[in-house]
Every structure is written in structure tokens, then in C-alpha cells.
């Protein structure tokens, strides 16, 4: 059964996972709320995880950005495209020969998990479709050989994003576009995909903890891979109007795929009732 929409929670709950961009901060800004809300989350002793379909960064990388926008986080706590991405191949094709369309991070975490990377369509298994700034027509040339020509290689994407949003509304394309190029020209469906809403990436984040799903809230600003991955595992929802999706986007929705919280910033996810204890502005900021 569908929760019951509201603004905002009027309880906190067992575990807190982020996304990132759009969400705790957008490009290079902290959003306003997020460093106080995980503060608060973190001083009363609830967990907090941080997710992103953004295989250009490792975990590391993140952990230095968070903390340079007053977020000082453990890597533990930190999971993205470049750690599913490897950990489902290492489960599911270990002695695969790769070709990633992707950028460093995604090819060295490959190459550190000891998978043998190539650019000969003769011995591809599995193409990797990514966020690859660099893609060009010789990438999908050699995509389209070792699938379609030699008929041996598989497709697999990092994350079913169309674009990445950048301040000021502007964005570009991602690694969707990649794969819709691949499976255009070759006639091959992808086989797996990475990132959300996949539940891949939901099961590497809560790795270790003893929570209930349905007591965990999932806050993101999209409807597609946020709020989606929320719904399909019976986690509650938290959707934040600082990034993709707008309230409009929310009111067409049918009422069972709308997200449990409506926010205008993230850190009306605590409720009133600790604001008020907090000694918090609940008409302001």
C-alpha cells in the first residue's frame, strides 16, 4: 500500500539515504539546510548514507568534496555507480575482458579490481556504457563490432540518467545517451543497469545495517531514479524541489508513484516538532 503523501515527516525514522547533486548540494554550492540536517541525523546517532549515478568521482573524491562544503564524511558511507558497477561484475562476469565507454575513476577501479580492459572488438565481453565526456564515434565503433559484428560481447550501463543538471538549468547529456546510441545501432538491449532506481545500489548503501526498509527514507530530486528506487523496495520517499523535478512534476503524477514528502529544502526532513526543539525558525529558515 502507497503512504500517505505529505509536506514534510511529522517523525524521524530509522536510516537516511542522499543522493547528492540536486540534493545536499548543487555543482559546487552546499544547499541551504543540508550541513544542519546531517548534523542533527548524525548527533542523535542515525545512520546516514550518501548515493550518486555519477560514475566521473570515486568515493574518495566525494569524501573530499562533501568536506570541503562542511561535510566531513567516512568513505564507508559512500556509494556510487563506480562501486555497483565494479562489485556486480566481479560477482556476475569476474573473468571478463571490458570495454567501459567511461571516464578515470570507472576504468581505474576496474583495472584495481583486476579486470583486463581492451579496445579490441575480437575480445570484448562485456561493454560498459558510462558518463563519458570523451564519447566519440570511434568508442561506438568498437561498441557496434564486439556486439553486433563479432556477436560475442554484452551491454551493461553505470546509470539510466538522460542528463546531469548543472546550475542555472542548464545540463548534459549522460550516460543514457550512451546507451541508446549502442543499442541503436547494434539492435542489443542492455542487460543490466547500475545505478538508480536499480536495488543494486539501495543493497551497497544499507550494507551493515540492521534497519527496516520501510522505516528508511530515500531523498533525491528525481521522480525517475530517487523516488523510483524508493517505491520499488517499500522504502519511504522524500522528494527535494532543489534540483530536477518540480512540484508540477509531482502533481501529474497518479497518487500511488508520488513521493511520501514534498520538500522545498532538505532540512524540513526533520520534522516541525524538532525544529521546535532545536529552537529552529518553522516559518523560515
Known sequence: MPHRQTTRPTQLHAAYVFDMDGTIYLGDEILPGAVRLVEELRRRDIPVRFLSNNPTKDPAQYVEKLAGLGLPTEIADISNTVVTTTRWLLANHPDAVLFPIAEEPLCRA???????????????????????????????????????????????????????????????????????????????????????????????????????????????????????????????????????????????????????????????LLPESVWKQLGWDVTGD
Open 110 to 268: 576496474l583495472r584495481e579490481a583486476g579486470f583486463r580492459l581492451s579496445e579490441d572488438p575480437a575480445e570484448i565481453d562485456v561493454v560498459v556504457a558510462s558518463y563519458d565526456r570523451s564519447f566519440d564515434y570511434r568508442k561506438l565503433q568498437i561498441a557496434f563490432d564486439a556486439i553486433w559484428f563479432h556477436q560475442r560481447a554484452i551491454l551493461v550501463q553505470t546509470n539510466p540518467d538522460r542528463f546531469c543538471p548543472f546550475p542555472g538549468g542548464r545540463g548534459e547529456p549522460d550516460c543514457a545517451a550512451i546507451t541508446a546510441a549502442i543499442e541503436a545501432c547494434t539492435g542489443t538491449t542492455c542487460q543490466a543497469s547500475l545505478g538508480k532506481p536499480s536495488s543494486i545500489m539501495l543493497t551497497e548503501a544499507l550494507s551493515g545495517l540492521d534497519v527496516d526498509l520501510a522505516d528508511c527514507v530515500m531523498v533525491g530530486d528525481r521522480l525517475q531514479t530517487d523516488i523510483q528506487m524508493a517505491l520499488d523496495t517499500g522504502m519511504r520517499s522524500a522528494l527535494v524541489l532543489t534540483g530536477e523535478a518540480t512540484a508540477d512534476d509531482v502533481r501529474q503524477l497518479p497518487a500511488d508513484e508520488r513521493p511520501d514528502y514534498v520538500l522545498d529544502r532538505i532540512d524540513r
